[in-house]
């Protein structure tokens, strides 16, 4: 049973996926209830670095096709970064080379070079990309949505048949494991140490080629981010002193500044993983509508637009 009007949605989740669509369907002219568990600024949307790169999403060629409509957005909101939280901010993707960027962002990403030897030890790529400050970000979001005509709620669901709306936008993350239920989405445990910026203004992502171990730190207003880490179905959400300080050794090693930067917070967030984003829509079985969009793991804010677009889309059955 549903008590909305005809063009009433529901979108589950708060995070940046489920904030994002909300946005496009009420600028759209849909009534949107946000349902969320958790307030914005406590979803693991929060927690992110977050740098504008497809990681880990599945499939590629689709999540290129999402992040690039994403950058479009990002680039118009960087002209307001106070008020959005977005900035360009040029940074060294490490163990990138052009070729890896040739024939899909290449084009849209002007001032592409590689690092000198001097500037990182490795092959690395100098771009400059959308940051994103999370704190400033989703408030941002949510404001947008209100002003839409789109409401916020507090509220958790057990199941997807107790969202009364005639449209249902599944964008739990990590929370459609049980919601749907889907237990292919599993948590990759992500860990930052957040500190007192010694003067950064570049942001580099490095891995080691021979560990796998991933070092990255983004200059946020106030603050510097280290990372990282990707530990796969890892449930714990609390941080770990001796991974805290492996995280600021192996970010020190490429800025040795930040060996003496003070200690401000620690955080942890479990990225929505799965072999690729659902993003499709189905029939719940009082026949309602049902709306996939989750499990973009670490790539969320990358491709939030694109996403939010192509199930608004789906929303309306075209």
């Known amino acids: 049973m549903t008590s909305g009007t005809e063009d009433e949605i529901v979108v589950l989740g708060g995070g940046v996926i489920g904030l994002t669509t909300a946005v496009v369907l009420a600028e759209r002219g849909r009534r949107v209830r946000l349902w969320t568990r958790e307030p914005v ?28 409509r994403s950058l479009d957005v990002y680039e118009e909101l960087a002209a307001r970064p106070g008020e959005t939280g977005v900035r360009m901010v040029e940074g060294v993707l490490g163990e990138t080379g052009r070729e890896e960027v040739e024939g899909w ?9 590689a690092a000198t030897a001097g500037e990182y030890a490795g092959t690395g790529l100098w771009a ?24 916020v709620e507090s509220r958790a669901v057990a199941r997807l048949s107790e969202a009364d709306a005639p449209v249902v936008v599944n964008c ?47 200059p946020q207003p106030g603050r ?34 930040i060996a003496g930067a003070r200690v401000l917070e620690h955080r942890v967030g479990l990225r929505p993983a799965r072999d690729t984003v659902r993003l499709e829509r189905r029939a719940l079985p009082d026949g309602r509508v049902l709306v996939h ?15 939010a677009e192509e199930a608004a889309r789906l929303a309306a059955g075209v």
């Open 41 to 68: 600024e406590r979803t693991t949307s929060a927690v992110a670095g977050a740098l504008w790169w497809p990681y880990r999403v599945e499939p590629v060629a689709l999540a290129r096709r999402w992040a690039l």
């Open 105 to 113: 962002a290449a084009a849209r990403l002007p001032g592409l070079r």
């Open 128 to 151: 400059r990309l959308p940051l994103i400050d999370m704190a400033a970000h989703l408030p941002w979001l949510r404001a947008r949505l209100l002003a839409a005509g789109g409401t």
């Open 172 to 218: 739990t993350g990590l929370g459609a494991r049980e919601l749907v239920p889907d237990p292919s989405v599993r948590p990759v445990r992500g860990q930052l140490v957040v500190v007192e910026n010694p003067g950064i203004r570049t942001w580099v992502v490095s891995t080691d080629p021979v560990s796998g171990e991933m070092a990255y730190f983004f």
């Open 224 to 257: 510097l981010l280290l990372g990282g880490t990707a530990e796969e179905d890892a449930w714990s959400a609390e941080p770990d002193p001796a991974v805290a300080a492996a995280i600021v050794r192996r970010c020190a090693a490429l800025r040795p500044e």
């Open 293 to 307: 969009n989750y499990g973009h793991g670490g790539g969320g804010i990358t491709v939030a637009w694109g996403c």
